[in-house]
């Protein structure tokens, strides 16, 4: 058994702090905003998770996408297209936060650039949206929090289930004691796809800045595979944990109200992506917090149930995925009544459903606060936690050991 370097207290301490940041009085310039005045974003990392996202920033109102930032210029030029017809562009973010002319970003660069970017931009004076996970690394979490502590910014992270109507009342019940006391909580991220071996990726190095693609990466030749695939290498990304597992994690903190596993034991497999992923492309991480145990399992080779999260209590439990919940009683409690709210249109556990459009309501919970100054729903220290949580799960699988979270 090993214990997680870096110290329980410390990061506790650090949450504490960002939590408390949010009754900070905020300095002059970051007073609110009004309703009618519009927002000039910069987007930085305009890859497909930023092009994916632009169309329902666009649908907020007073917003306008003035400044696009990143490595590959292919990713610029489609970004353009649903841009100001004559935004700034730049391989350079630090060009783009020195700009007056922006208020706020949007960070959809690889995650280890999460946190560099992120506080980079707040002691520019920039508000940000910052994508899932907020960290790459454990460490990385008390830095970002100082950094918020330092410059009070509003800080949005991508987990967009927290602003999903449908989780929001599925939360209320839980914590009305609808399903008693929950012991357990069971995810799952599966999906069933053969993007593993589809051949080299198209990538024109040419047109690629590799060297600020890397950053804080080791140094490396370029890779075509790497620079399309990077969440599945460990100097850029951490797999399944951090890109899938997180958004359920989230939830789960958040509803049940902790921060942080106190152990966690993980197992990982290669199935399809053997000698060409460093992560795992099968995984099943068993997070244990004080009277709750978490279990996720995630795979690329069968897609059944799907993506759900399922809060199990002594008298009911709570089914979850992106699209509906339902309420399902235990046997023994016959007077606790089922009940369910169903948003998305298809079957239970996909990946995506075009009701709740959660991505738009995340932003624009992100716009009303940089209006009102109020924190966000998915602020810097939930997305400290989340990340954290995943990091020690990968630790105990690269590790092959149990984990603890240091005393």
Known sequence: MSRLTGSRRNFLAATAT????????????????????????????????????????????????????????????????????????????????????????????????HTPMTID????????????????????????????????????????????????????????????????????WNRNSDRVRRGQPNADPKRLDWKRFLGNAPAQDFDAYRFRNWRWFWDFGNGILTDLMVHWLDVAHWVLNVDHPE?????????????????????????????????????????????????????????????????????????NKPAEMILGKGPRGRDFYLTPDGERLHLQNWIDCLRSRRQPSAPISAGVSAAGAAHLGNQAYRQNRVVVWAK
């Open 18 to 113: 960002a939590a408390a940041t949010s009754a900070l009085t905020l300095p002059a310039s970051a007073q609110p905003l009004g309703a009618n005045e519009r927002i000039n974003i910069g987007l930085i990392g305009t890859g497909g998770r930023c092009r994916h996202l632009m169309p329902a920033l666009a649908k907020v109102p007073n917003i306008r996408m003035m400044a696009l930032c990143d490595v590959y210029e292919p990713n610029l030029q489609l970004a353009q297209k649903l841009a100001e017809p004559k935004a700034y562009t730049t391989r350079d973010y630090h060009a783009l936060l020195a700009r007056k002319d922006i208020h706020a970003v949007l960070i959809a660069s690889p995650d280890h650039w």
């Open 263 to 335: 152990k966690a034991v993980t197992i990982g497999d290669f199935n399809t992506a053997r000698d060409v992923w460093q992560t795992p492309d099968t995984i099943q991480t068993l997070l244990s917090y004080r009277n709750v145990q978490m279990h996720f399992e995630g795979t690329f080779c069968n897609a059944r149930p799907g993506a759900m999260i399922e809060f199990m209590g002594t008298e009911g439990s709570v089914y979850i995925d992106r699209g509906r919940f339902e309420l399902i009683p235990e046997p023994r409690f016959p007077k």
């Open 121 to 188: 931009a707040m002691a520019a004076g920039k508000d940000v949206y910052v994508e899932k996970p907020l960290t790459h690394k454990m460490s990385e979490g008390a830095q970002i929090i100082a950094a918020l502590a330092k410059h009070r910014r509003i800080v949005q992270v991508g987990t967009q289930q927290r602003s999903m109507p449908h989780i929001i009342r599925a939360k209320e019940l839980i914590n009305a004691g609808r399903i008693g006391t929950v012991h357990k909580v069971r995810m799952t």
